[in-house]
């Protein structure tokens, strides 16, 4: 069964450094989405990204944030300049279509800034 | 801002009886509604949707229902099996993005099966 993949599966940063995290969507899918949970609260929703561009964002996803599918394949989050409170699970999702609502998601990216 | 609210944080029941995880929800724009299971270290699993305009959906042992005047939810697992020991996601759409909106999840209630 197609899966969502996504790596590293553990990143370990300085805080001030530049982060890519990285995830191989569902290949028919057409939306793309980033969540993260900080440990011990709710998953968040940050961004969706459908036809190379961002269609929806988060109160969360700000300047420090940008995302991009740079080679039609991998769809990638990056953090330009990591804080303490970045440290998260970092979940991608896709999305087969616009007449559907099943996000299915991929295994998480653990980011831990220190 | 909680939109979506489980209210129970943990939820044990015996192997072979009935478990029903609930779910509320404040934002009236929602209008589909979907049910994650999540183990430790992994991703959140979809398991089961339904949408405003129906009361009930059901899968195998899994049936959710809405009651969209009381804006409640429930999951019923029935029966109740050790595999599905996790943590159970409520997640609502607005559906009105066409694919663009991202899912707002409830916290979580986490479901412990009992030999």
């Known amino acids: 069964e197609p899966e969502v993949t996504q790596t590293p599966s553990h990143q370990v940063t300085q805080m001030g450094q530049e982060v890519i995290l990285r995830c191989v969507p569902i290949s028919n899918h057409l939306y793309f989405y980033w969540y993260r949970q900080i440990l011990g609260q709710k998953v968040e929703f940050l961004v969706s990204?459908?036809?190379?561009?961002?269609?929806?964002k988060s109160e969360i996803f700000d300047d420090q944030f940008s995302v991009e599918r740079p080679d039609g394949s991998n769809f990638t989050l990056k953090i330009r300049s990591t804080k303490l409170e970045d440290s998260a699970m970092y979940f991608c999702?896709?999305?087969?279509?616009?007449?559907?609502?099943?996000?299915?998601f991929g295994p998480g990216t653990r980011l831990t800034v220190t | 801002d909680q939109q979506v609210k489980q209210n129970s944080p943990s939820l044990s029941v015996q192997e072979g009886r009935i478990s029903i995880l609930n779910c509320d929800y404040t934002n009236s724009m929602f209008d589909y509604f979907l049910w994650y299971k999540k183990y430790p270290a992994e991703g959140p699993t979809f398991l089961i949707s339904?949408?405003?305009?129906?009361d009930k959906n059901e899968d195998g042992r899994f049936t959710v229902f809405l009651n969209k005047s009381a804006k409640h939810l429930s999951l019923h697992i029935v029966p109740s099996q050790p595999g599905d020991s996790a943590v159970y996601f409520c997640?609502?759409?607005?559906?009105?993005?066409?694919?663009?909106?991202?899912?707002?999840f409830g916290k979580g209630t986490h479901l412990i099966i009992q030999p």
């Open positions: 997640a609502a759409s607005r559906g009105t993005g066409g694919g663009a909106d991202g899912l707002t």
């Open positions: 999702a896709t999305l087969l279509s616009g007449q559907s609502y099943e996000q299915y």
């Open positions: 339904i949408s405003s305009i129906k």
């Open positions: 990204f459908y036809n190379n561009e961002i269609s929806e």
